[in-house]
């Protein structure tokens, strides 16, 4: 499986980056806090159509700072910018 870890929260699935319809993407955002004892983490998603999407995700538990979603059909089906979002509940 590959990984991406996320600081800008930005994928580009342009010309350098070939993650268009890549299946099984671990992507990981760091929170910058320790999630560890939330109730609910989800990506929030701006495709680049801008549509908004909400993808599950779960605490990493080797470092509790991070939340991830491995990537499924139809997540990255669009050539161009995303705009991703940790959303944390406590």
């Not at 955002?29 to 599950?56: A, F, H, M, N």
């Not at 991070?66 to 959303?87: F, N, R, S, V």
Request: net charge negative; glycine share 6%; proline share 2%.
């Amino acid at each position: 499986m590959s990984s991406i870890v996320l600081d800008i929260h930005t994928i580009e699935t342009k010309e350098n980056y070939t993650y268009m319809n890549t299946v099984g993407l671990k992507i990981i955002l760091d929170t910058g806090i320790d999630v560890s004892g939330s109730s609910s983490t989800i990506i929030k998603c701006r495709k680049p159509d801008r549509s908004v999407e909400l993808w599950s995700a779960e605490v990493d538990p080797d470092n509790t700072n991070y939340i991830y979603h491995i990537t499924q059909t139809g997540d990255l089906d669009q050539k161009g910018d995303y705009e991703l979002q940790a959303y944390v509940e406590f």
